[in-house]
């Protein structure tokens, strides 16, 4: 199946900026808005994104992992070659924290649990993807942190243990438990709950490439000051 300009998607960017929480002559780590690709689309029309941006201020800034369109939160942007080198392998070597929180439908029994459910493309409905035996290995970890009656939904924390697109998105939702806000995977009135996905990246950890020092950065979402 060949895909053509015509049948990708155009993601309006943003204009909310990026935040700098974090310089050094090595490395920056950013927190990244919602509705801002990571890297150009392959649309045109897709080329505002993150580190399009950063790249205005930080020329040599280069991107080692990524975060969905709709997602916003934590990311770190090597400045050197050596610091990609590395931080890249400790990435592939799953050496990394990554943490998000995310507000979901109802009440996930138990409070605290791992999903494990392998993950494929989905050929009949690209871009996304499905839980599906032939896919490959996938694993969350989930725990409730409060309870939003008002709501009907729950704050949950959000630790992968692999990196599979949509994962976390999918993994929520196959236990009934949809992202508020997701436009692939929750139902329409899910997805009303909420203007944005409510998934965000607020904890990043890994090891300075020069250093050798453990990095740890936390970011609030945005979306917990207007369930307060």
């Given amino acids: 199946m060949t895909i053509t300009i015509n049948d990708l998607a155009i993601l309006p960017a943003t204009s909310e900026n990026w935040d700098l929480l974090y310089q050094d002559e090595h490395l920056l780590v950013v927190n990244k808005p919602a509705h801002l690709l990571t890297v150009p689309g392959r649309h045109p029309q897709n080329q505002d994104c993150l ?10 800034a280069s991107v080692v992992h990524r975060l969905d369109y709709d997602t916003s939160g934590l990311l770190v942007l090597p400045l050197t070659k ?9 990435f592939q070597s799953r ?9 979901v439908s109802g009440v996930p029994h138990p409070s605290e649990g791992t999903v494990d459910k392998p ?16 896919g490959k290995a996938s694993v969350t970890h989930y725990k409730v942190l409060k309870l939003l009656p008002q709501q009907q939904a729950s704050l949950v924390q959000l630790e992968p ?13 196959s ?13 329409q009135a899910q997805q009303q ?3 944005r996905l409510m998934l965000h990246a607020a904890v990043l950890e890994f090891t300075h490439p020069q250093s050798g020092l ?3 950065f936390t970011a609030e979402p945005d979306f917990l000051q207007a369930l307060r």
């Fill in 214 to 216: 453990l990095m740890s």
């Fill in 119 to 134: 993950i494929a493309a989905d050929p009949n409905n690209r871009p996304l993807y499905k839980i599906s035996a032939d």
């Fill in 82 to 90: 050596k610091a990609l080198s590395t931080i890249s392998k400790e």
């Fill in 51 to 60: 580190i399009s941006r950063v790249q205005l201020e930080f020329p040599s």
């Fill in 175 to 187: 236990i009934g438990h949809a992202i508020l806000g997701d436009p692939f995977y929750a139902t």
């Fill in 193 to 195: 709950q909420s203007s």
């Fill in 95 to 103: 050496g990394t924290k990554k943490i998000y929180q995310a507000v």
């Fill in 161 to 173: 243990v692999t990196g599979r697109s949509h994962q976390l998105r999918l993994h929520m939702q």
